[in-house]
């Protein structure tokens, strides 16, 4: 998946994934772009997304 796919699917900006990504919570860089996988992403969204506003924290993985 890429990260306007899974954007589009939760509902918010790619900008607020890329976020995420960086925060190591999701997706794989693979030459200069994340990489997530469907499975990732299942996991992400059953067990780390909240839905709240705001920056993901750092400090909670």
Same mark, same amino acid.
């Given at each position: 998946?890429?990260?306007?796919?899974?954007?589009?699917?939760?509902?918010?900006?790619?900008? #607020?994934?890329?976020?995420?990504?960086?925060?190591?919570?999701?997706?794989?860089?693979?030459?200069? #772009?994340?990489?997530?996988?469907?499975?990732?992403?299942? #996991?992400?969204?059953?067990?780390?997304?909240?839905?709240?506003?705001? #920056?993901?924290?750092?400090?909670?993985?």
């Amino acid at each position: 998946m890429t990260v306007e796919d899974v954007a589009k699917e939760l509902g918010i900006s790619p900008k #607020r994934v890329r976020e995420y990504c960086r925060a190591g919570r999701l997706g794989t860089l693979w030459q200069r #772009r994340w990489v997530i996988t469907r499975d990732e992403f299942e #996991r992400f969204r059953a067990e780390v997304y909240t839905g709240q506003h705001g #920056r993901p924290r750092k400090d909670s993985q």
